[in-house]
């Protein structure tokens, strides 16, 4: 597990939560177009909350 500059997604259908762990199965699904950096004010993923 390593933590990473939290990034997220741009696109419609992805839920709107933030992720900084490079072992996050749903951040590693953003696909580069769709990626942005920076929390955005949004939670954070429990998935990266679970990994960090
Ligand atoms: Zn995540």
Excluded: Q, W
Excluded at 32 to 37: A, G, I, L, P, V
């Amino acid at each position: 597990m390593s933590k990473v500059p939290a990034f997220h997604s741009v696109r419609e259908t992805d839920r709107k939560v933030y992720h900084d762990n490079s072992s996050c199965t749903e951040g590693n699904n953003i696909e580069k177009e769709n990626k942005r950096s920076g929390t955005d004010g949004r939670p954070k993923c429990e998935h990266c909350t679970r990994l960090s």
